[in-house]
């Protein structure tokens, strides 16, 4: 489909006064899953149908591909190939944020304004309106009155543990400055309870019969244990029991990475241990997860064929995947509950998730200390950052190699210590995110973790650090360009096509493979991060690095310490899978071959559709 899109485009032309041109110039691209093995793809197979051109921000390839046709009087301009972008963050992940855009005049007065989208059959459209799918509750202001009901409904959706997300309240700026007659009790004083609910008890007995009866059961924690404050109830439940706990993104550190039954990260991006007793277990209980394809690895982790899932959850809606048992509610109390029965796994099978925990634990410290030359490894990056961390402290990220990684290496001593956000792998929340973490936590270390794309796309938030003085740790891990999507890339036979920063070179932008390609760009993210504002320094070596924590925990400024690393030393895979899919047909005989063990891979994947009882 991609093939046939790309030379469809590059067919298209337009006429105009006797004069013919092609309508498009190329087409600008930021490479992710979500289009790497289709239009990536397609426009590496076939270059001169389509010239690729790499940018750094999403929103600016938008804004060129607009410059272009402007200048062109509308008669050409560009493709944009997304893979995805980064507004829905929070509400896939059920984080609250506020959202209050400015709208058009209600009045329609001066029509059309700068933010109008004059669409000529629907008078009540805004450009607002693209955040309607995006948002957990959504409404436009037309009337100073109405804030009133929409304030607290708008409240109501925040504070609630099973519907947050980012919440819109648009607001036509003659609205915004009418004056109504404000009802005293809409701005007393008011506390929104947070309520723990809790299953019925019919559903923990059939929960509890079902954990009676397994043989070699595993807890996979999500982001639910950690918001509901379930960490010393998990612990003191599976110190009692013997349930092995496997983490995703959003859970890590639910256990101390030290805990003997901590198997650590789960799924695409798992530990050894994590996935072998995954693949193992006979009943899942997932507590406070959404079971995302990262998790489940496409569907592949869970191998049992009897494997039953248990899921503890406040969302009703995430309670019910897999064909699960369904236990609505707050994973505090309804750990409590299940608590109340009494359970212990078989000493055989202790013992062995024990020695897969030491055995993990192991190649840790293995890949925390490769030696790799002459650029170190990420994972020894990830090393020393660990090591020169507080067990308090928190590490920040959210794209590329970074978060994978982190999830598989990083030490958890905190339950608040790891803050990675994944839900949609959003490139530039890193700097921003981490002024966030810090902010709520002033008392802890933040050290953000930051790939150079990602720091390219969105390092502007350090000037507000600077302004309000907050102090982050900064650690920018510069491998030019992107080692993540790059080896994605390979694995899908396109040789790491757009995600080298290379100047371009007889027509080419650099591949993985040898050959003529232009020298990688003079980026100096150093010189950026001080530009801005922040202390900055170049480590070379990890030596150099861990002395650069060490002169940054002293430092009261925000703190940028850059380093290059290897981009094609990464850590393994550890038997899981992800589907991406590779072209199903095409000239180029490595993505013949990645087609051919897609197909294989995909095999494994399960539906989990056997009913619990
Ligand atoms: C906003 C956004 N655009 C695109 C992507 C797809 N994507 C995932 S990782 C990545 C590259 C990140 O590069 P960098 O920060 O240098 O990290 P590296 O891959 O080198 O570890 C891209 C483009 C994304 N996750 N988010
Ligand atoms: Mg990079």
């Keep these: ?219 996979v924690a999500g982001g639910g244990v950690i918001y509901s404050g379930a960490t010393e109830p998990l612990r003191t439940w599976v110190g009692a029991t013997g349930i092995p706990v496997a983490e995703t993104q959003a859970g890590k550190g639910a256990l101390p990475f030290d805990h003997p039954l901590a198997l650590g990260a789960i799924g695409v991006t798992g530990s050894s241990a994590a996935n072998r007793v995954a693949r193992e277990a006979d009943l899942v209980i997932g507590i406070g997860t959404r079971w995302t394809d990262f998790t489940t690895a496409s569907k592949t982790a869970f191998q049992d ?66 030696g790799h030359t002459p650029l170190p490894a990420q994972s020894e990056v990830i090393g020393a950052v660990n090591e020169a961390a507080g067990p308090r402290d928190v590490v920040v990220c959210a794209a590329g190699s970074l978060p994978g990684d982190l999830h598989k290496l990083w030490r958890t001593r905190d339950g608040k210590g790891y803050h990675v956000e994944y839900g949609f792998s959003t490139m530039g929340y890193e700097i921003a995110g981490g002024l966030g973490a810090k902010m709520a936590a002033p008392d802890r270390e933040v050290y953000v973790l930051v790939g150079d794309g990602s720091y390219l796309m969105l390092a502007q938030e350090l000037v507000t650090a600077v302004q309000e003085g907050i102090k982050i740790i900064v650690v920018v891990v510069d491998n030019h360009g992107f080692a993540s999507i790059g080896s994605l890339s390979r694995s899908l ?73 290897d981009r094609y030393e990464s850590v393994p895979a550890y038997g899981s899978w992800w589907e991406v899919v590779p072209a199903e047909v095409s000239g180029l005989a490595e993505v013949r071959a990645a087609r051919e063990a897609y197909e294989t891979g995909r095999k494994r994947a399960r539906r989990q559709l056997r009913s619990p009882e």
């Design 493 to 565: 036979g396109s040789q790491g096509f757009g995600t080298h920063y290379r100047y371009r070179k007889s027509g080419s932008l650099g591949l993985d493979r040898e050959g003529p390609q232009g020298d990688t760009l003079p980026i100096d993210l150093a010189a950026n991060a001080a530009s801005l504002g922040a202390v900055s320094e170049r480590a070379r070596t990890i030596a150099d690095l861990r002395a650069a924590l060490t002169r940054a925990r002293r430092a009261e400024r925000p703190y940028v310490i850059t380093i290059e690393t």
């Design 1 to 219: 489909m991609a093939q046939a899109l790309v030379r469809f485009l590059a067919n298209q032309y337009v006429e105009r006064d006797g004069i013919e041109q092609r309508f498009f110039a190329g087409c600008w691209g930021i490479f992710g899953h979500g289009n790497v093995g289709g239009i990536g793809q397609a426009l590496h197979e076939r270059p001169d149908d389509l010239r690729y051109f790499q940018a750094r921000n999403e929103q600016a390839m938008v804004h060129a591909a607009h410059g272009y046709a402007k200048m062109r009087d509308r008669l050409a301009t560009f493709a944009c190939t997304t893979s995805i972008g980064g507004a829905a963050a929070a509400t896939v992940n059920r984080i609250p944020v506020l959202l209050l855009p400015g709208d058009v005049f209600a009045s329609r007065a001066p029509d059309p304004v700068l933010q109008q989208l004059e669409v000529p059959w629907a008078g009540d459209v805004s450009v607002n309106d693209v955040f309607r799918p995006v948002s957990r509750y959504f409404d436009r202001i037309l009337r100073a009155e109405q804030i009133v009901p929409s304030a607290l409904a708008a409240m109501r959706v925040l504070v609630s543990p099973a519907e947050t997300g980012a919440v819109t309240l648009a607001l036509p700026q003659d609205v915004q400055a009418e004056a109504f007659e404000v009802p005293d009790d809409f701005v007393a004083r008011r506390t929104w309870h947070i309520e723990r609910r809790l299953p019925e008890a019919a559903a923990i007995v059939r929960a509890a019969e079902l954990i009676g009866a397994a043989k070699r059961p595993l807890i």
């Design 305 to 370: 064929p009897n494997v039953r899932f248990i899921n503890v959850n406040v969302a009703e809606f995430d309670s019910y995947k897999h064909s699960g048992l369904a236990l609505v509610g707050d994973a505090r109390a309804t750990i409590a509950a299940l608590a109340g029965w009494s359970y212990t796994v078989e000493p055989a099978y202790r013992e062995k998730v024990e020695r897969l925990v030491r055995e993990w634990s192991k190649e840790v410290d293995r890949l925390y200390s490769l």
